[in-house]
């Protein structure tokens, strides 16, 4: 293990930290000076609630063409196998200005758009889960190494403001138990194994029985939270529901990075 890059890593992490806190606010999607509406200008801060209203796939999490019924089950794009997840909820696919305004969630600590991200997405889940009730929220976490060198796991910041919108526990119940190598550039069928046996469930008595939201920033090929998923099931939870900031779609989905 190469320790003095790692050290150097998070001093980094926590000098970026640092620094926005004493630069001015700028819009989180464009750089721009002009913000008006919770960290975002007004453009920026429009297209992203018009997003919130394109049509997708409850199953996959996929965009819907026009006109393109929705379907409980699932839609033309799903995968063969389908996820260990019963819906995903999200806020829209992962494009301009969802691709900046997460990046700066996971390595500016975008507090003002954490908040806003996470009452955006409580909203959605309270509006789509069609009258289901969820037992705990909690997130797809890092594995401490990347946690450590980031110095900050947006997924479990998010999560709790998820919960503080439901106003439900969130739960520190799944743990990464592997470091993986990033899901960048690999085919689903990589991604499954790239992940496989990455998780693991504590907590046994809080797990039993729930019905989970699962809280990540970006879902591509579903992967990684199907696993995450799996980890629950296996512990007891009854259904488990996976809530995105954004869905990743090809071609960009292999493009931009997410996980």
């Known amino acids: 293990m190469n320790w003095p890059a790692n050290i150097l890593k998070v001093l980094r992490g926590w000098a ?4 926005d806190l004493l630069l001015p606010e700028l819009c989180a999607a464009c750089a721009g000076a002009d913000v008006s509406a919770e960290g975002l200008c007004e453009a920026c801060n429009v297209a992203l609630l018009s997003m919130v209203s394109i049509p997708y796939c409850p199953r996959c999490g996929g965009s819907l063409g026009p006109n393109v019924p929705v379907h409980q089950e699932g839609c033309a794009s799903c995968p063969a196998t389908l996820p260990r997840f019963v819906r995903v909820i999200r806020l829209g696919p992962y494009v301009a200005p969802l691709v900046s305004i997460i990046r700066e ?20 889940v309270a509006a789509r889960s069609d009258g289901e009730s969820f037992d ?7 594995h401490w190494r990347r946690r450590l060198a980031r110095g900050y ?3 479990r910041s998010l999560a709790a403001a998820v919960a503080a919108e439901l106003k439900l526990p969130a739960g520190d119940e799944l743990v990464r138990t592997r470091n993986t190598p990033p899901q960048t550039h690999l085919s689903r069928s990589v991604r499954i194994e790239n992940v496989r046996g990455a998780f693991a469930a504590r907590g046994a008595a809080a797990i039993a029985g729930a019905n989970i939201l699962l809280v990540d920033d970006v879902c591509t090929t579903g992967a990684t939270a199907s696993e995450a998923a799996k980890a629950l099931l296996d512990s007891g ?4 529901t996976l809530a995105v900031v ?14």
């Open 16 to 19: 970026r930290g640092g620094a």
């Open 153 to 155: 796991d947006h997924a």
């Open 237 to 240: 939870a009854l259904r488990v």
């Open 105 to 124: 969630l996971k390595y500016r600590r975008q507090e003002t758009m954490r908040r806003r991200l996470g009452r955006l997405l409580g909203l959605a």
């Open 136 to 142: 705990l929220v909690t997130p797809v976490p890092m």
């Open 246 to 259: 954004a869905k990743s779609e090809p071609p960009r989905a292999y493009a931009q990075g997410a996980t």
